[in-house]
């Protein structure tokens, strides 16, 4: 597994709020990415990183921002959480272009009241 | 968009096997992913196939035909720690998306 930790492990806060969650690894992982998972989705991708301060949207980015400074960081901001963003957030690393394989950080549970 | 659907849950014995199906409809396919994920905790890597065929990694095998849109992860001499969710997932373009089935949740029983 990458050494990857994300925080806080757990939050609650109140709707319109904004709400920042970290992502970050030691193994010097050129991609990263931001999933939420949900009761019948399944896992979704947010936003992904392919190098500092180069990021994409996923399949569910609106209402999300992500940012990227150094290689190790891979910050996803709620700008105004809304209870429909109740949900466990998982951080993903991804070696290079030539390792297909995504390692998960340990996630985030997020309520939003 | 792509279409990826495995059963939501299975039961099975202890020291049995099982078969967990996917099936999925997609362009640009570059390989499927199996992932274990146990209540609670992320999701862990068990394999990814890229060419048809079985692939098999001590206890767990894992299948792909391509031209079915077809995979299986196969769980020999079941044990009670198996029990957990087990995800399918796609990868498409060179690797920046990874699309996930709901995953099937497995039950082992004495």
């Known amino acids: 597994d990458a050494g990857i930790t994300q925080s806080p492990r757990h939050k609650v806060t109140e709707t319109g709020t904004p709400v920042t969650l970290r992502c970050h690894q030691t193994e010097n992982h050129r991609y990263m990415y931001w999933y939420r998972q949900d009761p019948g989705h399944g896992l979704r991708l947010i936003h992904y990183?392919?190098?500092?301060?180069?990021?994409d949207k996923g399949e569910v980015s609106d209402g999300y921002s992500v940012s990227r400074s150094k290689t190790e960081d891979f910050l996803l901001t709620l700008e105004s959480a809304t209870s429909s963003q109740t949900s466990v957030y998982f951080c993903?690393?991804?070696?290079?272009?030539?390792?297909?394989?995504?390692?998960f950080g340990p996630g985030t549970r997020l309520l939003v009241l | 968009g792509q279409n990826i659907d495995q059963p939501t849950e299975m039961t099975a014995t202890e020291g049995a096997i099982v078969q967990i199906n996917c099936t999925y409809q997609?362009?640009?396919?570059?390989?499927l992913f199996w992932y274990q994920q146990h209540a609670g905790e992320a999701p862990t890597f068990l394999s990814y196939?890229?060419?048809?065929g079985l692939e098999e990694k001590g206890r767990f095998s894992s299948f792909l035909s391509r031209s079915k849109g077809y995979s299986y992860l196969l769980l020999k001499e079941l044990q009670m720690k198996d029990s957990a969710s087990y995800l399918c997932a796609v990868l498409k373009n060179a690797g920046n998306m990874l699309t996930f089935g709901g995953g099937t949740r497995l039950m082992v029983k004495p």
């Open positions: 990183s392919y190098g500092v301060k180069d990021t």
């Open positions: 993903a690393t991804r070696d290079s272009a030539h390792q297909e394989t995504q390692y």
């Open positions: 997609t362009s640009g396919f570059n390989g």
């Open positions: 196939n890229v060419l048809d």
